[in-house]
């Protein structure tokens, strides 16, 4: 909780939970039965608040002392919608309110961009239900996404840059979200990506850290040339 520290005042007395994957296992160990669950926004009627079922995908990594799921699923319902894609403008405005009331709409955005940008496969935007945080706001109370491992981030040029992690439909598919999202990434291709002085001095600050690693800039120039044709072609989808 350092970076929350540094952040927020008194980050401690709000929850942070971990997005990771969840292990069931059989009672027959001779056919070694398991499997294997992400982390989602699926809300499961049968389970409803049960801290048992939720503690695999989302563990509570402040104050879990308290052993309290409630506010991470009253917010995971209300994203969830159901799982219903609202029908009309109404229906559409009574989610949005709903949402924006308990989550932080335009960081997300930043966040997915980024994610998105990066082919960041392995988290929660695209295709991979663990591998970061969610972070309730003492300022506020509403949700928001903090980075966790980046480690295979920028490998194909052609990863989608949004995915349907079960239950993300009802908020990925909405107008709304998506203006927050192609608009960073806009920013990202036009500023901070193929063509800025700022992100090659960055990667030169990195490497100048330590003598035990070199960083191949003409990899990284490469990579953000051949990954704006599925940026542009996201965003002119939405």
């Known amino acids: 909780t350092d970076m929350l520290d540094r952040t927020y005042e008194n980050s401690g007395s709000s929850e942070l939970h971990e997005i990771d994957d969840a292990w069931y296992f059989g009672d027959d160990l001779a056919s070694e039965n398991r499997s ?5 926004w699926v809300f499961d009627a049968r389970f409803r608040e049960n801290p048992v079922y939720w503690h695999g995908s989302w563990p509570i990594r402040t104050q879990s002392d308290r052993y309290d799921f409630s506010g991470l699923t009253s917010w ?3 994203m969830y919608n159901n ?15 709903s949402v924006e009331k308990i989550f932080d709409v335009d960081k997300f955005g930043r966040y997915a961009a980024v994610k998105g940008w990066a082919g960041a496969w392995d988290n929660f935007t695209i ?46 598919g909405r107008p709304w979200f998506r203006r927050a999202l192609n608009y960073y990434l806009q920013e990202i291709r036009d500023k901070w990506s193929l063509n800025s ?5 960055w990667l030169q600050a990195m490497e100048d850290q330590s003598p035990s690693y070199s960083i191949d800039q ?15 072609g996201f965003i002119g989808t939405g």
């Open 36 to 40: 294997q669950v992400n982390g989602d």
């Open 197 to 201: 002085p700022r992100m090659y001095a």
């Open 218 to 232: 003409n990899y990284f120039k490469s990579w953000f040339a051949n990954r704006r044709p599925t940026i542009d």
């Open 83 to 97: 799982g219903v894609t609202p029908a009309n403008a109404a229906a559409d405005e009574t989610f949005r309110a």
């Open 76 to 78: 995971i319902r209300t």
């Open 127 to 172: 295709d991979r239900g663990k591998n970061g945080f969610v972070y309730r706001r003492p300022t506020d109370g509403r949700w928001e996404f903090q980075f966790w491992d980046g480690d295979l981030d920028f490998q194909s040029t052609t990863q989608s840059v949004l995915g349907g992690i079960p239950g993300t439909a009802p908020f990925f």
